[in-house]
C-alpha cells in the first residue's frame, strides 16, 4: 500500500562528479571526493550549488507539528533499553548524507572531502573547519575516533558487531583528518558509505555529563545539527527549533532545506487517537498510511470548509510492498511452476477494489 500525504492548508511551502586522484607510495590511486556511490560516480559535481529538488529561495518560518505513537522516555537512541523520541537523532550529524534522488550515494556533510584508495581498504575524512556543535565548540577529529570507539564498545549489538567486523582501525592524523583502516572482510562496495553514516558525538559532552550510551537520559545529547532542544512536556511532546547560528545553513547540500522555525511532535496512544487529535487541530502535518482512512474518515468540519487540504503528493521513490514470499528451501515451493500457479491465484481486482478502495496500482 502506498502512503499517503495529508497536509493542513496553512503550511509553509517547504553531471558527473568531478574526481581527483593521485599516486599512493605503492603506486595505487587515490581518490578524492566531495561523495561515494555504490557504482560509477556521483550524480552531483563537486561544485553543486544546491540539491535538484530543493527550492534554494524557500521561505523560512513557521512551524510543523506532526504525530508521534506510543510517548517516550529517554533521548538516548542508540540503546534498545527505554523508548527514545524520534527527534533526538535530528540535531545530531552524520560525516555524511544520502540524498533523496540517488540513495545509493553518500556526500559529505561533516567533511568537506573523503580520500581512498581504489582498493577502498581505508578512507580519509577531511572535516570542514567551520564545523561545530551547538554550543559553538568545534567538532574534531577526536570527537569521531572517540564516537567510533563508543559505538564499537557500547552501540546496538548489530552496530558493533559491523564496526568490529569492519573497522581494523581508526587514526587521527591531525583535528580535521581522521583515517579508517578496513579488515579483509569487510565489504568494499559499500564500507565507506557505512562509516560516512555515522553520527558524531562531542567528546567533552559526553565526558562532562558522564552520559552511558547503553542507558536512557533525559539531556538530550549535544549535536552539531540545525535543530535544538527547545522545550517538552517529558513523554507526551516535544519542541525543537531551528539554530540561528547553525555551522552549515550555508552549505549547497543544505541549500533549501531546514525551512521551519519549529518541529513540533505530539505524542499519542494508538493511531486512532492520533487521527482524531489531527481533526480537532492539535497538530497539522499528518502521512496516511491507512487506506481505509484515506478513503471514508476525511469527512470533519475542517476538511469540509478547507481549512485541511487532501493531497497525494508524488515524489519519485520506490514504493512500499506488501507481499507473501515463498521459502524455497521448502520443497513444495521449488517448482517455479508452482509458485506461478499461487500467484495466479490471488485476485488482486477483487482484493483492491473490496479491501484497499482502489487505490493500489497492478
Given at each position: 500500500m502506498r502512503h499517503l500525504a495529508l497536509i493542513a492548508a496553512f503550511l509553509l511551502g517547504a553531471a558527473p562528479a568531478a574526481l581527483s586522484q593521485e599516486a599512493s607510495a605503492n603506486g595505487e590511486k587515490i581518490i578524492k571526493s566531495h561523495g561515494i556511490t555504490y557504482f560509477g560516480e556521483p550524480q552531483l559535481p563537486a561544485d553543486f550549488k544546491h540539491l535538484p529538488y530543493v527550492n534554494p529561495d524557500a521561505p523560512k518560518g513557521g512551524e510543523l507539528s506532526q504525530y508521534g505513537i506510543g510517548g517516550y522516555d529517554s533521548f538516548n537512541p542508540y540503546t534498545f533499553r527505554g523508548r527514545a523520541t524520534a527527534p533526538s537523532v535530528m540535531a545530531i550529524e552524520d560525516l555524511m548524507i544520502s540524498v533523496a534522488d540517488d540513495p545509493l550515494a553518500s556526500y559529505c556533510l561533516l567533511c568537506e572531502t573523503i580520500e581512498y584508495p581504489e582498493s577502498r581498504d581505508w578512507v580519509i575524512f577531511n572535516l570542514r573547519p567551520e564545523a561545530k556543535f551547538s554550543d559553538g565548540t568545534p567538532l574534531t577529529a577526536e570527537d569521531v575516533k572517540f564516537t567510533h570507539d563508543l559505538l564499537r564498545e557500547k552501540a546496538f549489538s548489530s552496530y558493533r558487531t559491523m564496526l568490529q567486523e569492519y573497522v581494523e582501525k581508526v587514526e587521527v592524523l591531525d583535528p580535521h583528518r581522521v583515517r579508517f583502516s578496513f579488515t579483509p572482510e569487510a565489504p568494499r562496495r559499500d564500507v565507506i558509505?557505512?562509516?560516512?553514516?555515522?553520527?558524531?558525538?562531542?567528546?567533552?559532552?559526553?565526558?562532562?555529563?558522564?552520559?552511558?550510551?547503553?542507558?536512557?537520559?533525559?539531556?538530550?545529547?549535544?549535536?552539531?545539527?540545525?535543530?535544538?532542544?527547545?522545550?517538552?512536556?517529558?513523554?507526551?511532546?516535544?519542541?525543537?527549533?531551528?539554530?540561528?547560528?547553525?555551522?552549515?545553513?550555508?552549505?549547497p547540500i543544505n541549500i533549501g532545506r531546514h525551512n521551519f522555525d519549529r518541529l513540533r511532535f505530539e505524542y499519542f496512544d494508538d493511531y486512532d487517537a492520533a487521527f482524531e487529535a489531527f481533526k480537532a487541530g492539535v497538530y497539522t502535518f499528518r502521512v496516511e498510511q491507512s487506506d481505509q482512512h484515506w478513503a471514508t474518515r476525511y469527512?470533519?468540519?475542517?476538511?469540509?470548509?478547507?481549512?485541511?487540504?487532501?493531497?497525494?503528493?508524488p515524489n519519485g521513490s520506490i514504493a512500499d510492498a506488501d507481499a507473501w514470499v515463498f521459502n524455497l528451501r521448502r520443497e513444495k515451493f521449488q517448482d517455479p511452476r508452482v509458485r506461478e500457479a499461487i500467484g495466479l491465484m490471488f485476485n488482486f481486482e477483487w482484493s483492491n477494489s473490496s479491501l484497499f478502495y482502489d487505490l493500489n496500482s497492478g
Amino acid at each position: 500500500m502506498r502512503h499517503l500525504a495529508l497536509i493542513a492548508a496553512f503550511l509553509l511551502g517547504a553531471a558527473p562528479a568531478a574526481l581527483s586522484q593521485e599516486a599512493s607510495a605503492n603506486g595505487e590511486k587515490i581518490i578524492k571526493s566531495h561523495g561515494i556511490t555504490y557504482f560509477g560516480e556521483p550524480q552531483l559535481p563537486a561544485d553543486f550549488k544546491h540539491l535538484p529538488y530543493v527550492n534554494p529561495d524557500a521561505p523560512k518560518g513557521g512551524e510543523l507539528s506532526q504525530y508521534g505513537i506510543g510517548g517516550y522516555d529517554s533521548f538516548n537512541p542508540y540503546t534498545f533499553r527505554g523508548r527514545a523520541t524520534a527527534p533526538s537523532v535530528m540535531a545530531i550529524e552524520d560525516l555524511m548524507i544520502s540524498v533523496a534522488d540517488d540513495p545509493l550515494a553518500s556526500y559529505c556533510l561533516l567533511c568537506e572531502t573523503i580520500e581512498y584508495p581504489e582498493s577502498r581498504d581505508w578512507v580519509i575524512f577531511n572535516l570542514r573547519p567551520e564545523a561545530k556543535f551547538s554550543d559553538g565548540t568545534p567538532l574534531t577529529a577526536e570527537d569521531v575516533k572517540f564516537t567510533h570507539d563508543l559505538l564499537r564498545e557500547k552501540a546496538f549489538s548489530s552496530y558493533r558487531t559491523m564496526l568490529q567486523e569492519y573497522v581494523e582501525k581508526v587514526e587521527v592524523l591531525d583535528p580535521h583528518r581522521v583515517r579508517f583502516s578496513f579488515t579483509p572482510e569487510a565489504p568494499r562496495r559499500d564500507v565507506i558509505s557505512q562509516m560516512g553514516g555515522m553520527s558524531v558525538f562531542s567528546k567533552k559532552d559526553f565526558e562532562e555529563n558522564e552520559y552511558d550510551l547503553t542507558q536512557p537520559t533525559k539531556k538530550p545529547f549535544l549535536g552539531s545539527g540545525p535543530y535544538v532542544l527547545e522545550r517538552q512536556d517529558f513523554g507526551r511532546s516535544i519542541t525543537l527549533r531551528r539554530n540561528p547560528d547553525y555551522w552549515g545553513k550555508d552549505l549547497p547540500i543544505n541549500i533549501g532545506r531546514h525551512n521551519f522555525d519549529r518541529l513540533r511532535f505530539e505524542y499519542f496512544d494508538d493511531y486512532d487517537a492520533a487521527f482524531e487529535a489531527f481533526k480537532a487541530g492539535v497538530y497539522t502535518f499528518r502521512v496516511e498510511q491507512s487506506d481505509q482512512h484515506w478513503a471514508t474518515r476525511y469527512n470533519f468540519p475542517a476538511f469540509n470548509n478547507g481549512d485541511v487540504v487532501k493531497a497525494a503528493l508524488p515524489n519519485g521513490s520506490i514504493a512500499d510492498a506488501d507481499a507473501w514470499v515463498f521459502n524455497l528451501r521448502r520443497e513444495k515451493f521449488q517448482d517455479p511452476r508452482v509458485r506461478e500457479a499461487i500467484g495466479l491465484m490471488f485476485n488482486f481486482e477483487w482484493s483492491n477494489s473490496s479491501l484497499f478502495y482502489d487505490l493500489n496500482s497492478g
